[in-house]
T-cell receptor
Framework: NAGVTQTPKFRILKIGQSMTLQCTQD?????MYWYRQDPGMGLKLIYY???????DKGEVPNGYNVSRSTTEDFPLRLELAAPSQTSVYFC??????????????????FGAGSRLTVL | GIQVEQSPPDLILQEGANSTLRCNFS?????LQWFHQNPWGQLINLFY???GTKQNGRLSATTVATERYSLLYISSSQTTDSGVYFC?????????????FGTGTKLQVIP
């Protein structure tokens, strides 16, 4: 059981370039998330998905796109990279346990993070 | 969206001391979790606690959902407790699966 796997771990982009951060989970979780964490700050939700084919915006979606064609994969696409997108990106997943109040299945499992620098 | 504030923002403790971290949220929640981010950036879930009290070793947590706050207690702190503690809540307007993180409490435990 690998859990949540993110690639790449580190990447340097030039302004205007594009790239995709990959996220894969092998726990058959329905829910997947992308967060960004700027230095010394908390985590901000970029996009989330409650199942294959279903995605929704979080707090800071501008400049990013996502897709969810399978249960396992939730890639995050950066178009026209800008210095403001320099951050550490975390992918997470959870399962829709019921009842919501008591089920520990709703616990978020995080990947190790991807550090992106835009110069 | 839901607002999540944590206090204090920074905390320095002598090894062996106890502490209480607080998380206030602006709306009703059915999904509340506490995380520890270690100095290497790894995020580890400590508790899933939308209501009630749970204990795990030196750590315990209490959520009073009706009053919109949660507390994380750390007893007999150790240097390995250092890092940032986050609470995260499910936004009812996102079906409770739109999980928003708080501002964090940075804890430093000194020997």
């Amino acid at each position: 059981n690998a859990g949540v796997t993110q690639t790449p771990k580190f990447r340097i982009l030039k302004i205007g370039q594009s790239m995709t951060l990959q996220c894969t989970q092998d726990m058959n979780h329905n829910y997947m998330y992308w967060y960004r964490q700027d230095p010394g700050m908390g985590l901000k939700l970029i996009y989330y998905s409650v199942g294959a084919g279903i995605t929704d915006k979080g707090e800071v979606p501008n400049g990013y796109n996502v897709s969810r064609s399978t249960t396992e994969d939730f890639p995050l696409r950066l178009e026209l990279a800008a210095p403001s997108q320099t951050s550490v990106y975390f992918c997470a997943s959870s399962s829709p346990g019921r009842p919501l109040r008591t089920s520990g299945a709703n616990v978020l499992t995080f990947g190790a993070g991807s550090r992106l620098t835009v110069l | 969206g839901i607002q999540v504030e944590q206090s204090p923002p920074d905390l320095i403790l002598q090894e062996g001391a106890n502490s209480t971290l607080r998380c206030n949220f602006s709306d009703s929640v059915n999904n509340l979790q506490w995380f520890h981010q270690n100095p290497w950036g790894q995020l580890i879930n400590l508790f899933y606690i939308p209501s009630g009290t749970k204990q795990n070793g030196r750590l315990s947590a209490t959520t009073v959902a009706t009053e919109r706050y949660s507390l994380l207690y750390i007893s007999s702190s150790q240097t390995t407790d250092s890092g940032v503690y986050f609470c995260a809540v499910g936004d009812p307007r996102g079906g409770y699966q739109k999980v928003t993180f708080g501002t964090g409490t940075k804890l430093q435990v000194i020997p």
